[in-house]
């Protein structure tokens, strides 16, 4: 009997796991997508090239289809929109992010800000700003443009 109830309890928590793990990437994408949209809107012209750039990232990077990514967006907009500041968002990131998907995410950040071909001064404070609350170093941050502009040259 109290075998049956250990597999009934042990059964219940692995499912809760998965959920819970499902939420926390939800949750982590969700933070993730916010940073991109706060990139492309800071200079305060979010354009179709931008939007663009963000749909296509997100089917790449997710392999979401386009109602997803659609949704997504519509997710870290509002949740942009209720926040304070990016702290949270990054908080999240650095949880559940490697150093390493952290770096690719700065070097998403750096295909938004170049989408137009240049780099304003709100996009420029955004992106150190976000290596910052991303634990990164300037050396990371400067690295992952030059692999964007560069790529045939990145190491």
Known sequence: MLDVVKRFFSKVTEDDSKVIDEQRKHDTRVATCALLVEMARIDETFTQAEM??????LKEKYGLSREHADAL?????KALDESVDLWQ?????????SNEEK????E???RIVYVDGKMDKYEHYLMNKLATLLRLSHEQLIDAK????HP????
């Open 146 to 149: 030059l692999k964007v502009l």
């Open 89 to 97: 968002f990054a908080k999240r990131i650095n949880e559940y992010y």
């Open 73 to 77: 967006i519509a997710e870290a907009d």
């Open 108 to 110: 998403i950040l750096w």
């Open 52 to 57: 663009d750039a963000i749909l296509s990232i």
């Open 103 to 106: 770096i690719e995410i700065i």
């Open 152 to 155: 045939s040259k990145s190491k």
